[in-house]
């Protein structure tokens, strides 16, 4: 039976109506910890994986087969919209991505194409139409991209850094480089959300995972106005999730820039973060993802005192407070999902 679209608990609880229970997805809830992905990432590197739209939407559909997750994620990656624009990376193993020709000043700005993502990431758009096909309607498609500033940080940085010397320093000292490069992937991202919500998907989840780097006054006076841009460009009807880590002191002004519901990682309480951020907006998050490495008493007393802290409010969504890690045992990923179902359901 098709559910009517404004009944999925996910979608409910992104517009902060009462669900049955409360929703819960993964990030990373397709992935290595899972040996059925295992077993095709024998046989693609992730890249392709992410470019065949059959092997993506097979991927996406992996975790759905075995947890009660209330939403799929589309299978891609933040970084994918990069290499159409011109900033060639690799996955190197053990090391995440490297780009060898990293963005440094006006010159490599300047050379960034703004891309048609329609056809210059019509795997992804094919992608996404195959697995709405595929869903039936049983659960709520989400898309994705990184933030300005999240991407900005990878093509400057050459890959993951850890003091983000070079990132702030091009935002410090040379004030219009760093301008134009965030308009540059605004413009992109706008272009890319909008084409994926075309595509089909449900809900837009935006990355901006190492924003957590910054001092507030930084984050708004060099961050928020391109992320501001980003979601008050996209169709109003197709709610967003604006998602960081270590964001506890920037969370008003993440809202501020925009975004249905705040993502929250396990650094600060999510009654606290709730209340900072103002109940007119819903919270994603936030259990931290070495907890499913177990015991299950253990992961039981934190969805526990996490519902709790949501304290049955409307626009509460269960999830981590960043992605599942590899090795995490798969058990106890969808105890986990079974737990949050039964401890907040509010059918009595
Ligand atoms: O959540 C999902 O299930 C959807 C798929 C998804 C992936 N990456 C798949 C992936 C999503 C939403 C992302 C987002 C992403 N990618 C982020 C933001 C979220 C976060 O984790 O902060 C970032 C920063 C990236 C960039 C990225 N991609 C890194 C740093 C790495 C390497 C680290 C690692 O875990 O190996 C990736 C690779 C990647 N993206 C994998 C997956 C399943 C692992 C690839 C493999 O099979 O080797």
């Known amino acids: 039976m098709k559910e009517p679209e404004h009944q999925y608990p996910f979608l409910l609880a992104c517009q902060r109506k009462p669900a049955e229970y409360t929703p819960i997805w993964l990030m990373r809830q397709a992935g290595r910890y899972m040996k059925e992905y295992r077993a095709l990432r024998k046989k693609f590197s992730f890249l392709e994986m992410c470019k065949k739209p059959e092997l993506a939407a097979e991927v996406t559909l992996q975790p759905l087969q075995k947890l009660n997750v209330d939403a799929a994620i589309i299978f891609s990656d933040i970084l994918i919209p990069l290499e159409p624009m011109g900033v060639a990376f690799e996955f190197a193993k053990g090391e995440g991505p490297v780009f060898h020709r990293p963005i440094r000043g006006m010159k490599d700005v300047e050379r960034l194409r703004i891309i048609e993502p329609e056809e210059e990431t019509s795997f992804l758009m094919e992608a996404i139409r195959i697995v709405r096909r595929e869903l039936e309607g049983k659960v709520p498609l989400i898309g994705f991209s990184g933030a300005p500033f999240t991407l900005a940080s990878y093509i400057i940085e050459g890959g993951h850094s850890r003091n983000y010397i070079l990132t702030k320093s091009m935002m410090y000292q040379d004030r219009p480089t760093w301008n134009r490069l965030m308009e540059k992937l605004s413009e992109v991202l706008i272009r890319y959300l909008d084409a994926q919500i075309r595509a089909g998907v449900q809900a837009i989840q935006v990355f901006d995972s190492w924003v957590g780097c910054l001092s507030p006054d930084d984050y708004e006076e060099y961050v928020l106005p391109y992320s501001k841009k980003v979601m008050d460009a996209l169709d109003r009807s197709v709610p967003m999730i604006h998602f960081g880590t270590s964001t506890s002191a920037l969370l008003p002004l993440m809202k501020k820039a925009g975004g249905n519901v705040i993502g929250v990682d396990w650094r600060v309480d999510l009654d606290e973060a709730w209340a900072r951020i103002g109940y007119d907006v819903g919270i994603q998050g936030n259990l931290d993802p070495v907890v499913l490495f177990g015991p299950v008493d253990l992961i039981k007393k934190e969805v526990k005192r996490i519902l709790n802290q949501a304290g049955g409010r409307p626009g509460h969504i269960f999830n981590l407070g960043h ?18 179902h039964e401890f907040s359901s509010r059918k009595k």
């Open 323 to 340: 992605g599942i890690l590899p090795n995490t045992p798969v058990e106890h990923v969808s105890a986990l999902v079974e737990m949050v």
